[in-house]
């Protein structure tokens, strides 16, 4: 059972995407090769001194092309990495690791491991396609670097060679490490983005509906402030009216500007009505809140009865737009009835959303909150539904801010979320609304 509030681009129609950011910055990539090029020095420092023959002078010019590199990196002026600058240096390191593997004895060398770091790398900051070309390039890098490799010789000047089967066996290795390592850090990573642009779309939704709400405060004050001066306006006006009965002219000129006095108070007087209504309702009875939530599919076509009573509760946009999503995702699968029900005690607040549709399926249930969170279902409401995950994640994220528990289960039939809080979270604060606005007289 999933829900998307949203359109399915993957955010509210209106906001703005989230910031796209660099795949990886080179002061990064720059740090890394640099403990690259110490690692690598210091093995060569340690073979020399244990007698193990290799070709030091190739050896030491690979690092030195190293060192240059990144000599030259630091020293260019600052600047953003794009994907393609990022592929070439990583693309570099693992010519270079696998040049160094083909110098010191190729499968035979215990560091070949190491020509795996680049393409992990990779599949941590860019897309897909581009992970896999580098991780084929290091897959041919490495057979090639294994078929042409210079052998090692000990102190004694003997050759120091894998089995063959053992050379096949570290091969093999190495190529599963590349699958295995590149798509791993890939999956977490996609799910970690998927997570971070849900929490901006939660993030600028909530913003919207505190927007609209700070502004029924901004109206009534300014209905407020500016009743006097309107008041003062309509008061000459009538005077310059009564004071100016030899001039017609200017007398309906006066007795104009007098009724558009009196009209601007009143259309303040029910701006300002409405923005106390909203101030009046930053506290409102569970009730109210839940019917406020629920108000938006009340004609989508399942019935969804309230069987609430309950205390006086914040009525926070964030925690409204959560049960919103929540009744939204009950009515998209219900079958014919929606009921939203509340219990409270000593100390907490219970609300109880459940169906009457088909139920979450056992695989969905375990991810329920995931992100993006993809599945196709049936139901009397939208045929062949498909959703993102994004409602019951934004839910869950408001509601457990707010300072509630939730549980997702299957209540036979239909689906069951019950939302429980700690009463001291969600319990009504004593803020008083603005007062009445001055009464205009006509």
Not at 47 to 57: D, E, L, S, W, Y
Not at 210 to 224: C, I
Not at 351 to 369: C, E, H, K, N
Not at 410 to 415: C, E, I, S, T, Y
Request: hydrophobic share 50%; proline share 7%.
């Amino acid at each position: 059972m999933s829900n998307p509030p949203f359109p399915l681009a993957g955010r509210p129609a209106g906001l703005q995407a989230p910031p796209e950011a660099e795949p990886i910055r080179m002061r990064t990539l720059v740090l890394l090769r640099w403990v690259s090029i110490a690692g690598q020095l210091a093995a060569v420092i340690v073979a020399r001194m244990m007698g193990i023959g290799f070709a030091v002078g190739p050896v030491l010019a690979l690092i030195a092309a190293a060192i240059a590199v990144n000599l030259w990196q630091v020293l260019s002026p600052p600047r953003r990495t794009s994907a393609r600058m990022a592929v070439v240096n990583l693309t570099f390191d693992v010519v270079q690791i696998s040049a160094l593997m083909a110098l010191t004895g190729g499968l035979a060398n215990p560091f070949a491991l190491l020509v795996l770091a680049p393409v992990t790398v990779a599949a941590t900051s860019l897309d897909a396609r581009e992970t896999v070309a580098l991780g084929a390039a290091t897959m041919a890098l490495i057979s090639t670097a294994s078929l042409v490799a210079l052998p090692l010789q000990d102190a004694a000047g003997r050759p120091l060679e894998l089995a063959p089967i053992l050379a096949l066996g570290h091969w093999t290795a190495l190529m599963i490490g590349v699958v295995f390592f590149a798509g791993y850090a890939h999956r977490v990573t996609v799910e970690l983005q998927a997570t971070s642009n849900a929490l901006f779309a939660t993030q600028m939704a909530l913003a919207r509906e505190q927007r609209l709400q700070h502004l029924g405060g901004v109206v009534a004050a300014a209905a407020h402030e500016m009743g006097t001066p309107l008041a003062t306006i309509k008061l000459i006006a009538a005077e310059l009216a009564d004071e100016l009965g030899d001039r017609p002219d200017l007398q309906a000129d006066a007795t104009a500007l007098r009724d558009q006095a009196v009209r601007c108070a009143q259309i303040l007087q029910s701006m300002g009505r409405a923005g106390k209504d909203d101030l009046h309702l930053r506290t409102a009875p569970l009730r109210t809140v839940l019917e406020d939530a629920a108000e938006p599919h009340a004609g989508r076509g399942p019935v969804v009865e309230i069987r609430a009573e309950g205390p006086d509760i914040r009525r926070d946009p964030a925690i409204i737009h959560a049960l919103r999503n929540l009744i939204q995702n009950a009515v998209d699968f219900a079958r014919a009835r929606v009921v939203v029900e509340s219990e409270w005690g000593e100390g907490w607040l219970c609300v109880t959303i459940r169906d009457d549709g088909p139920g979450y399926s056992p695989a969905l249930l375990a991810r329920i909150g995931d992100p993006y969170l993809t599945s196709k279902r049936t139901g009397p409401q939208r045929q062949e539904y498909e959703g993102m995950g994004l409602g019951l994640f934004i839910a869950k994220t408001l509601l457990e801010r707010s300072g509630a528990r939730l549980d997702f289960a299957n209540g036979g039939p239909g689906a069951v979320v019950t939302v429980r809080w700690p009463l001291d979270r969600i319990a009504a604060d004593a803020r008083a609304p603005l007062g009445e606005n001055p009464v205009q007289d006509a």
